[in-house]
């Protein structure tokens, strides 16, 4: 349906996509390159393998009028509640990418339920990403689900907390937003 400013053009769906992977969960868009994540999805790369609500991402690049599907993003470390994609967001030249119920820290060690992680990713020239960097909370906590919301510019990398409950006196689910300069 057209409501006169806005015109349909085109529904996106991934190669692989199923039931309960909601894909769609968030959505990010900067010139040409379309990322969509799909925070429950189960399969790997290839379909073998399955882990329970480990999600992906999926990189979408225009292609003579059309949005194309160029790749599947799973972060090599993923377990069964990661929920990869819960939230993302991008630059002209980088990408964040959150799992809220990542529980290793950078090192893949110390396991928190549901602490958080956020991932930093690297654009190639037609949308493909490539991993730079997992962030995790600085003083990290279980439940805080670390990278729930995310923001990102040219300049500065934000990721919020809502849930982290290090607030000492200021109580449960105080949370808190961290920054990092890019």
Known sequence: QSSGLFA????????????????GKSVGLRGNRILVSADQEDH??????TVSNA???YSFYKVGGQWVQVQKTIVQSRESGDRFGSALALNSEFAVISAVGEKQDNLGFNALSN???????QFGPNAELTLI????Q????????FGYS????????????PYDNKGGSDGWDAGWVEFYKL
């Open 150 to 161: 995310v923001a990102l510019n040219e300049e500065w990398l934000f990721t919020g907390a």
């Open 115 to 121: 602490a958080g992680a956020a991932y930093l990713f």
């Open 8 to 23: 349909f053009e085109q529904k996106i769906v991934p190669i692989d996509r199923g039931a309960n992977d909601r894909f």
């Open 55 to 57: 999600g992906s991402v």
């Open 138 to 145: 600085q003083e990290r906590s279980s439940g805080a689900q």
């Open 133 to 136: 960097e997992k962030l995790v």
């Open 44 to 49: 790997d790369l290839f379909s073998l393998n």
